[in-house]
């Protein structure tokens, strides 16, 4: 079991981060074991294919087998939202001695992969070798694998993070980790996190408590390390809506929603047209048109520029997509 200890100002600077690294990093566990992860059978499908074998052993050698993952890999966000350039860039700064510990400490039973024979080398230099290694293949893996559905995943992230803010501000810290999951215990200034392969207490002490959610925790994720400030990644809510296929559109779903005079004037609305034009095209009286422009324009459909005397619209980003997605069936 591995306990925080958090003080009142601990818990004052509980907070949320995203980690794209985090993501990369726990997602090394659904290759090497799918059976823990269904939900993310579909992901593990399409990305298999398309990495190079000896790339993916390194890093797979990188989750130990209590399921583990070196806490250098996975840095302590600085930020709300840090980019993955960002983070790598702090692990290629890790000092070897540093690379040495956490890499052994994942392999406690000290049975270490011929790949990774080198970390416990005296000299530095096998480890600065490897640790850039491991770099170099997690650009790419991140590349090839999360870096095209990061997006989906940053909305399920975000999702979760609202739902746990509103969790605290209604019942505090006992309501946030009340249904984070099962492994996890709030009691007297203390979260308890059960079935860890360590046993240690690590005190906040000022440092607060950083919750990155993940969608591929299957449980909670505090760093390996004592030495490690207060993180926890934990699995996130909303997982099984990730790989879920797009709803198909509606043709007429834009008709219906803005009524066929306003679709009507949408799909026209391709070049900058001022009312008058726009009336005589559609057959219409030029009140009428202001009146459905009017509307457009106060939902961000479309968008308007004075030249001259005459008062120009046209469709918005927003608007191209609204209508493209109807053009498309």
């Given at each position: 079991m591995i306990s925080f200890v958090l003080s009142v100002e601990d818990l004052a600077d509980t907070r949320f981060a995203i980690s794209p690294i985090y993501q990369t990093v726990l997602s090394l566990r659904v290759l090497r074991e799918p059976g823990l992860y269904a939900l993310h059978l579909p992901w593990r499908r399409s990305v298999l294919g398309r990495l190079d074998a000896p790339g993916a052993d390194l890093l797979m050698s990188l989750v130990g087998p209590d399921r583990a993952v070196a806490d250098f890999l996975t840095p302590r966000p600085t930020e709300f939202a840090v980019t993955f350039e960002e983070e790598l860039t702090a692990v290629r700064r890790t000092p070897p001695d540093v690379v040495r510990r956490d890499v052994l400490a994942v392999y406690p039973r000290g049975r270490l992969p011929d790949i990774l024979q080198g970390i416990t080398a005296d000299d530095d230099a096998p480890v600065l070798v490897l640790r850039d290694a491991i770099c170099d293949h997690l650009q790419r893996y991140w590349e090839i694998a999360i870096r095209p559905t990061w997006p989906q995943m940053r909305l399920v992230l975000e999702a979760d993070m609202t739902y746990r803010a509103r969790q605290l501000a209604v019942g505090g810290a006992r309501l946030l980790f009340a249904d984070?999951?099962?492994?996890?215990?709030?009691?007297?200034?203390?979260?308890?996190?059960?079935?860890?392969?360590?046993?240690?207490?690590?005190?906040?002490?000022?440092?607060?408590?950083?919750?990155?959610?993940?969608?591929?925790?299957?449980?909670?994720?505090?760093?390996?390390?004592?030495?490690?400030?207060?993180?926890?990644?934990?699995?996130?809510?909303?997982?099984?809506?990730?790989?879920?296929?797009?709803?198909?559109?509606?043709?007429?779903?834009?008709?219906?929603?803005?009524?066929?005079?306003?679709?009507?004037?949408?799909?026209?609305?391709?070049?900058?047209?001022?009312?008058?034009?726009?009336?005589?095209?559609?057959?219409?009286?030029?009140?009428?048109?202001?009146?459905?422009?009017?509307?457009?324009?106060?939902?961000?459909?479309?968008?308007?520029?004075?030249?001259?005397?005459?008062?120009?619209?046209?469709?918005?980003?927003?608007?191209?997509?609204?209508?493209?997605?109807s053009a498309e069936q």
């Open positions: 984070m999951h099962p492994n996890l215990r709030w009691q007297d200034g203390v979260l308890h996190i059960d079935k860890m392969i360590g046993r240690h207490h690590v005190a906040a002490a000022g440092r607060g408590l950083l919750l990155v959610p993940s969608v591929f925790s299957y449980k909670p994720a505090p760093p390996v390390s004592p030495q490690e400030p207060p993180v926890l990644a934990y699995p996130c809510r909303g997982v099984a809506t990730l790989w879920a296929p797009t709803p198909t559109a509606d043709a007429t779903a834009v008709t219906l929603l803005l009524g066929a005079p306003r679709a009507r004037l949408l799909h026209l609305l391709a070049e900058p047209l001022p009312t008058v034009e726009i009336a005589r095209r559609l057959t219409v009286t030029p009140s009428a048109v202001s009146q459905h422009l009017k509307v457009l324009h106060a939902t961000g459909l479309i968008t308007r520029a004075r030249d001259g005397r005459h008062v120009l619209y046209r469709r918005s980003p927003l608007g191209d997509q609204v209508v493209g997605q």
